[in-house]
């Protein structure tokens, strides 16, 4: 069996974000970047499955500058067997239908029986590449995905709506499955494997190679909502609060009349 | 020196910090109140992540990683709760190493291994009553009967005393012999007939981790557990210690940069005449003096522990990276109640218990008095 996991390195959300220049992305220097959460539950799943069937072979691909590569040595240790690093420092400017189609191009001839992804990426969060992928590769895709199951080619994957409720949605491979939060629990890399990962194939490939196509939107503005005001820190002997807490409750709302 | 980390050694920073802030964080607070030492937690899940043998090469179950990633590592844990730190510290520096250092290859199969991958615990049993900075002092004997030597006497603050599954023990080997002469090193099991605990310490800070009495009553063990030549357990002492002053200089940085981060986080939020007092010049002052202490001690740190993996000499330099980083987490925590003013008194707050550990670093593996004693006499000679 072979797999696919398709990550995306971002920047750790509680960094504190400035805009580039040109206003349309965010300012990529001096930030502290990891593997985006989704993708972990991906890599997570992707690595339970090799377990599971006795022969897979897991490809880990990302798209990026050369830093991505840290993040690929991770998930080398969680359990994938090779990576392809497709090669871009200005993968940050691509739509998600130039992504998209870059790993298609990978993909194209090599045959893979699963993909796996995240659902969206933490600092885009399009949510489109994954059906992207599969619609261009013309296979099956189940999205937000919160279970999963693999036995005899059939496919069993839980995806959670809204309410609520759940769904079970069969399908047989190949087919492309972007995953979730509450889909597992990825596991830390041991110490043993980050040294084994460093063994492991890490194929460098240009991006040029498999970037074939124009991108069909831009980002034409990034910007910071505006600041609301802020909250209201009322000041004086608790008497007076109250007065004046009970003032605003009546001038400003209904709730005493 | 080169002042980057590899890809191998960030990866081991960022997944024993996920691993400390996710898993042991929450509980330290709590493990202190209740000087509980959580075998699972502090030990076990270390096992498993493969920190428990980290230097040591993968035919004996170790990580194969280098020096500079055990100190990384043992920072980390540190930064959230000093007692896992330690416990590691005194697992792998001073019970696994000197087996890995100066054991047969048999010794080495027997107690390296399960002690590298984590199914055994390690600890190091130098001090006695007696023998505190004089280790000259060591007053439990070893005789030679056949196939067996047989122990008897006393060690005390033995950390993991109790727990650990593995003891290197020394003793005075030659009864004629004075001072630090005629001392051996031997591995004791735990459960060998003559082998019990004493004492449990109370302690003022790293109160999760156990330090305990060993005491030694015709203590059988056979001859093969001699850990190198008879006579040498001065030498061998003295090179664990080396080994683990970069341990417990690791412990002491991450317990400082704990504090620092939790001072900073503080001194952002907390308003006292309408502004941070992050915007007063006299705590910038202190923040400043913190940060830059701990960016120095932290270079000491790495430079002992790569020379260690390196195979240059080490011994000055892990003295050195020991005694600054310890008084450096005692001025640092110190300064961090400071800053948090009366709340850093109180044990709502992080930093009273990490003040409280800071004061160890300064003691065990060599009192700072000790380490200018090293370190003045190499530098003098
Ligand atoms: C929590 C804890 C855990 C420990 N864990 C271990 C362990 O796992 N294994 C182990 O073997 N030991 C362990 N120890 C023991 C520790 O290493 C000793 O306590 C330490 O070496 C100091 O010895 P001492 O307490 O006898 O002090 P002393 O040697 O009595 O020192 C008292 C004072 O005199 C000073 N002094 C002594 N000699 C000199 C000198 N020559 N020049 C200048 N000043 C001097 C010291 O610096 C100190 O200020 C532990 C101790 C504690 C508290």
């Keep these: 069996m072979k797999i696919l996991v398709c990550i995306k390195q971002v920047p750790d959300m509680e960094s504190k974000f400035k805009l580039n220049s040109e206003g349309n992305w965010y300012d990529n220097s001096d930030l502290a970047w990891r593997m985006n959460e989704y993708d972990e539950y991906a890599v997570e799943q992707a690595v339970q499955l090799k377990t599971q069937v006795d022969e897979a072979d897991l490809t880990v691909l990302s798209i990026g500058p050369d830093r991505v590569k840290e993040m690929m040595k991770k998930a080398l240790a969680m359990g994938c067997d090779r990576g392809a690093h497709i090669s871009d420092d200005d993968s940050f400017k691509k739509d998600p239908y130039e992504i998209a189609s870059i790993i298609a191009a990978f993909a194209k001839d090599k045959e893979f029986d699963l993909i796996f992804t995240g659902m969206q990426s933490q600092d885009r969060g399009s949510g489109q590449v994954g059906v992207l992928v599969a619609e261009t590769l013309g296979i099956p895709s189940i999205t937000t995905i919160v279970d999963f199951a693999f036995a005899a080619g059939q496919i069993t994957a839980k995806r959670e709506l809204e309410g609520g409720i759940k769904a079970l949605i069969k399908t047989t491979a190949p087919a492309l499955l972007t995953c979730q939060l509450g889909l597992n629990t990825p596991r830390y890399p041991t110490l043993p494997n980050i040294m084994k990962a460093k063994k492991k194939e890490l194929l460098s490939i240009p991006v040029a190679e498999l970037h074939k196509v124009a991108s069909k939107q831009e980002t034409a503005r990034m910007y910071f909502p505006e600041k609301r005001g802020g909250g209201l820190v009322l000041e004086g002997a608790v008497g007076n609060l109250a007065d004046q807490l009970i003032k605003i409750l009546k001038d400003k709302t209904g709730v005493l009349a | ?381």
């Design chain 2, 1 to 381: 020196m080169n002042f980057q980390l590899t890809e191998e050694q960030k990866l081991i920073r960022d997944t024993v910090r996920a691993f400390a802030e996710n898993e042991l964080a929450d509980g330290s607070k709590e493990r202190d109140e209740q000087e509980r030492f959580d075998r699972v937690l502090m030990f076990d899940k270390l096992g498993e992540l493969g920190l428990t043998g980290i230097i040591f090469p993968e035919e004996f179950g170790g990580a194969g990683a280098d020096y500079l990633s055990y100190a990384i590592a043992v920072e980390e844990l540190s930064r959230v709760c000093a007692s896992t730190g330690v416990t590691l510290s005194a697992h792998l520096s001073l019970g696994a190493n000197p087996i890995y250092l100066f054991g047969s290859e048999k010794q080495k199969q027997n107690y390296l291994t399960p002690l590298a991958e984590g199914s055994k615990m390690g600890a190091f049993g130098l001090t006695e009553p007696s023998a505190g900075s004089d280790a000259g002092g060591t007053r439990t004997f070893a005789l030679r009967d056949g196939d067996e030597w047989v122990l008897n006497g006393t060690k005390i603050f033995t950390t993991n005393g109790g727990e650990a599954e593995i003891y290197i023990i020394f003793a005075r080997s030659d009864k004629h012999a004075e001072k630090h002469h005629g001392i051996s090193a031997f591995i004791v099991e735990k459960e060998t007939p003559g082998f019990t605990f004493g004492k449990k310490e109370e302690k003022m800070g790293i109160r999760a981790s156990l330090t305990r009495e060993l005491v030694f009553e015709n203590c059988r063990i056979p001859i093969n557990n001699l850990l190198g030549p008879e006579g040498s357990g001065f030498k061998i002492a003295m090179k664990t210690l080396d080994g683990g002053r970069i341990g417990i200089a690791s412990q002491a940085l991450g317990i400082a940069q704990g504090a620092f981060d939790a001072a900073i986080s503080y001194a952002k939020e907390r308003k006292q005449f309408d502004q941070p007092i992050a915007g007063f010049q006299a705590v910038q002052f202190m923040l400043a003096d913190m940060a830059t202490q701990i960016e120095a001690a932290r270079l000491l740190v790495y430079q002992a522990a790569y020379r260690a993996s390196a195979g240059l000499s080490y011994s000055k330099e892990a003295a050195m990276a020991k005694l600054f980083a310890s008084e450096t987490a005692m001025q640092v925590t110190t300064k961090a109640v400071q800053v948090f003013g009366g709340y850093g008194y109180t044990r709502d707050y992080p930093v009273e218990r990490m003040m409280r550990d800071a004061k160890i670093t300064e003691l065990y593996e060599g009192t700072s008095e000790i380490q200018r004693v090293v370190i003045g006499s190499m530098i003098c000679r």
